[in-house]
């Protein structure tokens, strides 16, 4: 009988750390790397499309907390083979006041970019 609460107990324990499934490919979540925590601050949906040829990306962001936060992102633009196909951007600044929603606007610099990765962190 304690055998079989110290293995139910044991079991509970493991089942709890157990990690999430990673995002399915394509997704919005996919394109995202979280570089650090980022509390109460929620990346939402993503528009993605061509104009002139290059490729453009809007995504929308919103704060979930009363203070005004500061996040850091810059995007990598990739070509069709997972590679970049442009020099890394430098990292921008932007700050999310007390429950405001925002978007991030973005152009790739190159027309072969065909996909894109957004990297995101807070101080």
Known sequence: MRHTIFGLIALVLLAGCATPP????????????AMGDLKNIDIGPMRVARENGFMTVNVSLRNTSSY???LYYRFAWLGS??????????????TLYGSQSSFLPAIAPVPKASDFRLEVKTP
């Open 81 to 94: 083979d997972g590679f970049p196909v442009a020099e890394p951007e430098t990292w921008k600044s932007l």
């Open 68 to 70: 005004n936060k500061t």
């Open 22 to 33: 990673p995002p399915a490919p394509g997704s919005a979540a996919s394109k995202v790397v």
